[in-house]
Each structure stands twice: as C-alpha cells, then as structure tokens.
C-alpha cells in the first residue's frame, strides 16, 4: 500500500493506492492522524485506486470522522471500486459516510457545503 498526500484548497486528500490490509493499518491510522493534529478537518480518502480495506481500517476511518465532525469538519470517500462500495452499502456505512465517484466530485460535495472550518 502506498498513500499519496495532497492539498485542495483547505481540503486534504489521502489517495490509497493499493490494498488496506490488517498491515497497513497502523500507517492509515498515522496518516489520519497527522492530518488531525495539524487541525485539517475536510478530509477526502480516495479508495479508486484500492482493492481492498478490511475491518480494523473502517473501525480507523469511523473513529477519525467523529474526530474531524467534532471539529466542524468532515470526511468523504472517494469509491469506485464496487466490491468496496458494496461493502459500505452492505454495512450501512454509506449513510454514515458520503460517498462520490470520482475526487473532483469529492472536492466540489465539500466546497458547497456550509459551515466547514478550514
């Protein structure tokens, strides 16, 4: 797995390339949390290039939204895979969770809603 950082006008995007194992975890979990304590708040995972994400990383990723909403902030993911888009349906986390197709769609959902701190 290798995780690719990037800045969007106030909106910080992690792009997962590659699988989220049991392994990788500690390493998502690091870099949600560099993320926090540098006080972002809109926060996109893109999954498009990520086959994978097991449990112990949704628990992470569900953990690090209620840190971020605390803050006024929020995370949005970024899923075109179906077996993981199926996963977030089956699990009832899309209603938890914005999902979008595509980043750019990601960064728009973020830039028109309202009342989100930088």
């Known amino acids: 797995m290798n995780i690719r950082k990037s800045e969007h006008g106030g909106i910080s995007a992690l792009s997962i390339i590659g699988s989220l ?9 690091l870099a949600l949390m560099e993320l926090h304590e540098r006080g972002k ?14 449990s112990l990383n949704l628990s992470i990723l569900l953990y690090f939204k209620k840190l ?4 006024g902030g929020d995370i949005g ?3 075109a895979n179906n077996v993981i888009v199926d996963l ?30 930088a």
């Open 21 to 29: 194992s049991q392994g990788e975890a500690d390493e998502f979990e």
């Open 77 to 79: 993911i970024v899923c």
């Open 88 to 117: 977030f349906e089956k699990t009832n986390l899309n209603k938890v969770v914005r999902l979008y197709p595509t980043l750019e769609e990601a960064l728009s959902g973020f830039r028109v809603l309202k009342g989100l701190s």
């Open 41 to 54: 708040t809109k926060i996109v995972i893109d999954l498009s290039e990520c086959g994978y994400i097991t």
């Open 68 to 71: 971020f909403v605390a803050r």
